[in-house]
């Protein structure tokens, strides 16, 4: 017996180390505290190099990264798994590994989310990713439809120093009414705008709901004087309280139009696009942290800062302008930096056009929601 039972902790051991598949173990905030050799192998990374060092979602492509934050995580933590997940996973070397991801979150004793285990297959010789899931149904009442469009239309702020312009495309007819919104508003300085966009989670009548609640409570908030880190800290406060809004993404930003300074905080949200005289578009990648009460109470929200000379764009939006069922979210994250490059000194309108223009049909299966502004020159 005590060979039998040694031989089977040996094998089981060389199992997890040369199993057919990629495994690693994470913390929730992604961090790597083990893996195998076929991992090693893969990635051509040194355990040395990922154990205690590196996040899982560090090691994806950029648009793995983002999907890593509004999808992955949070369908984790309300299902405990998630299955079949196409990502890239970027090599010691550069080059990609197209991957399937599935994993299982561990829970301790009392119920809460401790860790997190990862199984990775090799995807390269798959023809393409598998469809993304698209929730639809049929269409919600009126009622549903006039909420959400007394948050996405009207009136915006025409500031002097400043342009402002907003884009909301519903989703296909026959789609429930979505979750998408958007908000610009002056601060009690007089010099400073709050611009915000958001994503609920869900569709229907209790999505546009929730959005309500929520445009109300960050204006709210944000009367208050709290800088955009603090400001979702109280936001995550309010969607436990009231249970309402969890796992709803958005980013909040403070444009200070004299000092041409840009302070926003991203919870589980695309990152801001800017646009800066003399330079390429870039995501503004700094400032994240997860959707709204994901964990309960948790560390500090995070939050950053950019300088905007004049002239400089500012485009604030939800997934549905650069997610696409049957190609890498970063696909669309390229596409929206490139048409805004080559129309980046026409009017705001015109550049809300084109990202719709360029935008394939198959994509409009969800809502598609931006706010832009840009600085006077």
Known sequence: MTRDRELLESTAEEFFEDAPCAQLSTRLDGTIVRVNRTFEAWTGFERGDLVGARRFQDLLSPGGRIYYETHYMPLLLMQDAVRAIAVEIV???????????????????????????????????????????????????????????SMVSGTLLNPDGCELDALYRPAVRGM???????????????????????????????????????????????????????????????????????????????????????????????????????????????GRSTPLDAFGPGEPRAEATEPLPPGSIVLLYTDGLVEERSAPLEVGMERLCRTVAAHKDEGLSTILSHLIDVAPESQHADDQCALVARLAG
């Open 91 to 149: 090599r010691a070397d550069g080059s990609r590994l197209p991957a399937l991801v599935n994993s299982v979150l561990r829970r301790d004793n009392d119920g809460r989310p401790e860790a997190v285990w990862t199984s990775v297959f090799d995807a390269t010789d798959r023809r393409g990713y598998e469809h993304e899931l698209l929730r639809a149904g049929r269409r919600e009442h009126e009622i549903a439809q006039g909420l959400q469009r």
């Open 176 to 286: 429930d009414v979505g979750g998408d919104w958007h908000d610009a508003f002056w601060l009690d300085d007089g010099d400073t705008i709050g611009l915000v966009v958001g994503d609920v989670v869900g569709r229907g009548i209790d999505a546009a709901a929730t959005m309500g609640q929520l445009r109300s409570a960050v204006r709210a908030l944000a009367a208050t004087g709290l800088s955009p880190g603090a400001l979702l800290e109280r936001l995550d406060d309010y969607a436990r309280r009231h249970d309402v809004g969890k796992m709803c993404t958005l980013v909040y930003a403070e444009l200070a139009l004299t000092e041409g300074l840009l302070r926003f905080a991203c919870a589980g949200h695309p990152p801001p696009l800017l646009a800066v005289p003399g330079e390429q578009p870039r995501f503004a990648w700094e």
